[in-house]
């Protein structure tokens, strides 16, 4: 995919550099589109949808960590919209493909297509996932976008050397990952009792892996709350941003490369970058990144 990304990220960042007085939200002029536009083509929905699912996607994430369990309205409403749109859009591909019918080659037909030991997923199952992937494969990268951006835009001597030397947006960018963590934890259900640091954790106790954390342990990373693109590339790409073990993220390669032409992008079509007012953060107590990011250029 990496020619389409790439013409997409010049695009979006041509849009966004043309804004009325050179100045705008970064998350929602770079941030999410770029995300949000791969999504719908792996998902086989129209890019101008992009609208809808820009308001569905924050609040789903938010239900990772609801108080008590519970969603509130917004978080509900985004669901129900979400299921009212996919439902039928996941329904009327299946069907195609059963008629016969050629299906367009993307994600969607895979995942109704695909088949192990002879079974296939149900449609509720890829409706499932379509939902997981939604939030998973955008949000996040989203929120690596910014976080990476604010850090250039906060520090002129970091963005001064990678103009000077583009090569280094590959290092600014995992460094963000590990200091950064855009998804800061995640929980888990022990399904045994576990013994860890002398702290006895009964089975089927919900805890919370801190990959955020991780990231961030003096025992492991030198200065860890210094942002250097001086660490070794090998030991930095270590880092947990991307989680651990089976469920290590199947999106990293792709963040990774979403990211990178984006950086290397803003920097080359929008060098004096600054900051313009008060940043937002994202409400989600899991996630770390703005969800306003106001920024300017010109002169
Ligand atoms: C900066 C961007 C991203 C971050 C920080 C991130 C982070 C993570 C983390 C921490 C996990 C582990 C979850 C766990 O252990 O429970 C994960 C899993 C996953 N991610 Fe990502 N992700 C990103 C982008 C993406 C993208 C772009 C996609 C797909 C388009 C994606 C798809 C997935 C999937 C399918 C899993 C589940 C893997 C499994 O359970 O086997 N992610 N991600």
């Known amino acids: 995919m990496r020619g389409d ?3 997409l990220v010049k695009e979006v960042v041509t849009e966004f550099a043309a804004s009325k007085g050179s100045e705008g939200d970064l998350i929602r002029g770079v941030g999410m589109p770029i995300p949000l536009t791969i999504m ?4 086989g929905t129209p890019v101008s949808d992009i609208e809808k699912f820009r308001q569905w996607v924050l609040p789903m994430a938010e239900a990772v960590s609801a108080v008590d369990g ?6 509900a409403q985004a669901y129900k919209s979400f299921g009212e749109y996919f439902w039928p859009h996941v329904k009327t591909r299946a069907a195609l493909i059963e008629s016969g019918a050629e299906a367009p080659d993307d994600m969607l037909t895979r995942l109704l ?6 079974q296939k997923l149900t449609q509720e199952d890829v409706m499932g996932f379509c939902q997981f992937l939604m939030v998973a494969g955008s949000a996040t990268t989203t929120l690596l976008i910014g976080n990476v951006m604010g850090r250039i835009i906060d520090d002129p001597a970091l963005a001064a050397r990678l103009i000077a030397d583009p090569s280094l947006i590959e290092i600014a960018v995992e460094e963000s990952l590990r200091i950064d963590a855009p998804v800061h934890g ?5 399904d045994e009792p576990v013994c860890m640091q002398g702290v006895d954790i009964p089975v ?14 003096p025992n492991v990373w030198e200065n860890p709350e210094e942002f250097s693109l001086e660490r070794d590339p090998v030991q930095l790409r270590k880092h947990f941003a991307f989680g651990v073990g089976i469920h290590y993220c199947l999106g990293a390669p792709l963040a990774r490369m979403e990211a990178q032409l984006a950086v290397q992008e803003m920097l080359a079509r ?3 970058v600054q900051s ?4 937002h953060l994202v409400k989600a107590a899991v996630l770390k990144g703005f969800e306003v990011l106001p920024v300017k250029w010109g002169n």
């Open 70 to 75: 519970r969603m509130g309205d917004v978080t």
């Open 276 to 279: 313009n007012g008060e940043r």
């Open 186 to 190: 995640l929980f888990r259900t022990n």
């Open 5 to 7: 990304i790439e013409a």
């Open 113 to 118: 297509t695909v088949e192990r030991d002879g």
């Open 40 to 43: 719908c083509w792996l998902l």
């Open 204 to 217: 089927d106790s919900k805890v919370l892996a801190l990959f955020g954390s991780a990231n961030l342990d």
């Open 270 to 272: 929008l060098p004096n």
